[in-house]
């Protein structure tokens, strides 16, 4: 199996990308195409032994998107651009996926542009794994889309079910709408549209409305909801998280001889809760509905979370997630629902 990575995308490429990298091929079964620019690339690999591993290779790309350019823009204009080259060797079958950090306007444009949607999906959508008290719960759309219709959440409620059955290995994933409230009548146009579409459906397992607090507490496994709205709980979640660590470190620093004492008896407690708080732990998100496995990560993705992404972009290849989601698509009939959305 061979992994594309897009190099140079990140807050912190290509140093950090490529020691995900070099970590990735120690550990997992898989062989890495780093693209980007070569002599950068052979630099890092340089440094940090990487440069004999014949698991790795670089395809050389000479433009990277920037964070600040218009995504659908740059695909069009920068056609040597890392994220597009790394999608076309999917595309071209010299590659199995695709793991990209940077710009998430950029990856969703490249991957749809690059790779094409799977048959009956209108917009592919983001899944992101939130830590719960149950395990994961998956949100989706987290940020690919910030207007949907009813049948997206439909096609959401389908494809986030795939990748918590096959990916989280849960047998029997329960999906929730997200809204204000668990009564069937709650909710904005969009809430009241979707339920009746999901209740209805043959395969999925629909729970009702689940409200924000019912995410981290694990209530369901699937969480759908318009891309606006989950990007704004992810982005929410990340920062209350960091608060948290924090929050618990200055609290011990400032505390007395007693209090330290006392937290260091709980320091192991502690340094399991960080690491179920820690989004490098899962590392990236999938975009689903795009005919291909495409991993995205977090910009400010290091190492450990490019490790990460790169395992799970593997196993979304052994599992054949998109097959899976293909033929649910093809079994459920969504383009139905266009006329009732």
């Known amino acids: 199996m061979k992994i594309a990575v897009d190099a140079m995308g990140g807050d912190y490429a290509p140093e950090e990308i490529v020691l995900g990298a070099i970590e990735a091929v120690k550990d997992y079964d898989l062989d890495v195409v780093l693209v980007g620019d070569k002599e950068k690339i052979q630099n890092v690999l340089t440094r940090y032994g990487g440069k004999e591993n014949s698991r790795l290779s670089i395809f050389h790309a000479s433009q990277v998107i920037d964070m600040g350019e218009h995504p659908a823009q740059a695909i069009r204009k920068k056609k040597d651009a890392s994220i597009v080259v790394a999608t076309r060797l999917v595309k071209e079958g010299q590659c199995d996926a695709v793991v990209a950090a940077g710009s998430t306007g950029a ?22 794994p939130i830590p719960s008290k149950k395990g994961i719960t998956v949100l989706l759309d987290s940020g690919a889309n910030s207007n949907s219709k009813p049948k997206h959440l439909v096609e959401g409620a389908i494809m986030g079910s795939h990748y918590a059955k096959y990916i989280l290995g849960i047998k029997k994933p329960v999906v929730g709408l997200l809204n204000i409230g668990e009564e069937a009548s709650k909710g904005n146009e969009l809430s009241q549209a979707t339920y009746p579409l999901l209740k209805k459906m043959k395969t999925i397992s629909f729970y009702g409305n689940v409200e924000g607090r019912d995410i981290p507490d694990g209530k369901v496994d699937v969480v759908v909801c318009d ?22 470190k200055e609290t011990i620093r400032q505390s007395g001889f007693i209090a330290k004492l006392g937290a260091m008896a709980v320091y192991p407690a ?14 990236g998100a999938p975009l689903l509905g795009v005919e291909g496995s495409f991993i995205i990560c977090h910009g400010s993705s290091k190492a450990k979370a490019i490790k990460n992404a790169i395992r799970v972009a593997g196993e979304f ?4 997630v998109v097959g899976h989601i293909r033929t649910s698509i093809e079994e459920e009939e969504v383009e139905q629902y266009d006329s009732e959305s």
Do not use: H, S, W
């Not at 990856?107 to 992101?128: E, M, N, S, Y």
């Not at 920062?239 to 660590?245: E, H, N, W, Y």
């Not at 290849?317 to 054949?320: I, K, P």
């Open 317 to 320: 290849v052994e599992q054949d």
């Open 227 to 248: 891309g606006f709205v989950g990007n704004v709980i992810l982005k929410f979640g990340e920062g209350m998280a960091l608060f948290i660590i924090r929050l618990v």
């Open 107 to 128: 990856a969703v444009a490249a991957a749809l542009f690059g790779l094409g949607r799977i048959k009956g999906i209108d917009r592919p959508c983001i899944a992101t």
């Open 270 to 283: 502690l340094k399991i809760l960080k690491k179920r708080l820690d989004f490098t732990e899962y590392g």
